[in-house]
């Protein structure tokens, strides 16, 4: 049975930073899509980045381009969202979701952890 278990959300001030992490298991995920997604207060859930576990290739929404940064450590069957300057927008519950399809759309992601929030102050 596929588990994904994120951790890492929190409280910082704008400007900061924050690493997300979300650690997977049931199944052997070479072939799979990681993704972050995340869900605002009173918003749809919308794709954050995803990284491609066979070779690390990497695809970001144009709204954290260039501050998040989304890795993964095999050895730990382990995916990371590294937030810097962070902003109020970037309010949200963060979500783990695993897929076999890179694409930006939650409906191609049968797998999803429960959820950590990362609560920015201004």
């Known amino acids: 049975q596929v588990q994904l278990v994120e951790s890492g959300g929190g409280l910082v001030q704008a400007g900061g930073s924050l690493r997300l992490s979300c650690a997977a298991s049931g199944r052997t995920f070479s072939r799979y899509i990681m993704s972050w997604f995340r869900q605002g207060p009173g918003k749809e859930r919308d794709f954050v980045a995803h990284?491609?576990?066979?070779?690390?290739?990497?695809y970001y929404a144009d709204s954290v381009k260039g501050r998040f940064t989304i890795s993964r450590d095999n050895a730990k069957n382990t995916v990371y969202l590294q937030m810097n300057s962070l902003k109020p927008e970037d309010t949200a519950v963060y979500y783990c979701a695993a897929g076999v399809v890179a694409t930006t759309h939650t409906e191609q992601y049968p797998y999803w952890g429960q959820g950590t929030r990362v609560t920015v102050s201004s």
């Open positions: 990284i491609r576990w066979s070779d690390g290739s990497t």
